[in-house]
């Protein structure tokens, strides 16, 4: 309970920062999955997490608003994310992003003379930009990295739509997501629901992909629970699959 009092102590702000994450996803992964299930609440400005020992199994989030960290926080706290319930808070440190709109930025130098002045020590969380300066100029993040040539957009692609609605079956069909989408972040949105057997993307036609449960009452479910979830601005369109 100590915890949750020291958290609610720390002001709302428009950075979320976030432990208790897998520390087996690759960060690249990482931060796409983060980006996908944060972007329903608002536009992000940047998603940070870090190779380093100590930055292991956290991240940041960075809102281009309060009310949309704080609905954020609110609807995604203890949200099952690859097999570990998240944990949120609002950042104690602002954000570089951030600093340098409000014109509160002050240089990291200056800033680090001033923390050793002081004496403080912030054990429980790290500083995100801290992070980002001793981090590896030859990593390259999410949305710095090429893409797969299998999951580069194609002019013309569109959504397919079905002739005619199939019945209810345990099979999903799921369309309009965005183009860089991967089996494992579909695994991670669906496995929320029970009986979730198989994720299948499609190759030759980025932005679709089949999903498969135990039956259909559990299809039914994971269906209308995530019916128009957004995924990057894209708003997922599920149907069942047609066999």
């Given at each position: 309970?100590?915890?949750?009092?020291?958290?609610?102590?720390?002001?709302?702000?428009?950075?979320?920062?976030?432990?208790?994450?897998?520390?087996?996803?690759?960060?690249?992964?990482?931060?796409?999955?983060?980006?996908?299930?944060?972007?329903?609440?608002?536009?992000?400005?940047?998603?940070?997490?870090?190779?380093?020992?100590?930055?292991?199994?956290?991240?940041?989030?960075?809102?281009?608003?309060?009310?949309?960290?704080?609905?954020?926080?609110?609807?995604?706290?203890?949200?099952?994310?690859?097999?570990?319930?998240?944990?949120?808070?609002?950042?104690?440190?602002?954000?570089?992003?951030?600093?340098?709109?409000?014109?509160?930025?002050?240089?990291?130098?200056?800033?680090?003379?001033?923390?050793?002045?002081?004496?403080?020590?912030?054990?429980?969380?790290?500083?995100?930009?801290?992070?980002?300066?001793?981090?590896?100029?030859?990593?390259?993040?999410?949305?710095?990295?090429?893409?797969?040539?299998?999951?580069?957009?194609?002019?013309?692609?569109?959504?397919?739509?079905?002739?005619?609605?199939?019945?209810?079956?345990?099979i999903l069909f799921?369309?309009?997501?965005?183009?860089?989408?991967?089996?494992?972040?579909?695994?991670?949105?669906?496995?929320?629901?029970?009986g979730l057997k198989?994720?299948?993307?499609?190759?030759?036609?980025?932005?679709?992909?089949?999903?498969?449960?135990?039956?259909?009452?559990?299809?039914?479910?994971?269906?209308?629970?995530?019916?128009?979830?957004?995924?990057?601005?894209?708003?997922?369109?599920?149907?069942?699959?047609?066999?």
């Amino acid at each position: 309970m100590a915890e949750i009092s020291q958290d609610e102590e720390i002001p709302p702000n428009m950075t979320l920062y976030i432990n208790n994450l897998n520390e087996k996803i690759k960060i690249d992964q990482l931060k796409k999955s983060l980006h996908a299930v944060f972007s329903q609440f608002g536009k992000i400005l940047d998603v940070l997490a870090f190779k380093t020992l100590k930055h292991k199994g956290q991240a940041w989030v960075i809102f281009e608003d309060v009310t949309s960290a704080t609905n954020a926080l609110r609807r995604m706290q203890g949200f099952p994310f690859y097999d570990k319930e998240m944990r949120i808070q609002y950042a104690k440190t602002k954000s570089d992003i951030i600093a340098k709109a409000d014109d509160t930025f002050v240089p990291r130098e200056k800033r680090k003379r001033h923390d050793e002045k002081g004496g403080k020590k912030q054990k429980e969380q790290l500083d995100p930009n801290q992070a980002a300066a001793g981090l590896n100029p030859s990593y390259a993040g999410a949305y710095g990295a090429t893409p797969p040539l299998s999951q580069i957009p194609y002019l013309g692609a569109r959504p397919i739509v079905p002739e005619a609605p199939a019945p209810p079956n345990n099979i999903l069909f799921v369309q309009n997501l965005p183009h860089d989408a991967t089996a494992m972040m579909l695994q991670m949105l669906f496995n929320q629901y029970p009986g979730l057997k198989d994720v299948r993307m499609v190759e030759a036609k980025p932005g679709i992909a089949f999903v498969e449960y135990e039956n259909e009452m559990q299809s039914t479910v994971a269906m209308q629970a995530l019916q128009g979830f957004k995924i990057q601005q894209n708003q997922m369109l599920i149907t069942y699959a047609k066999k």
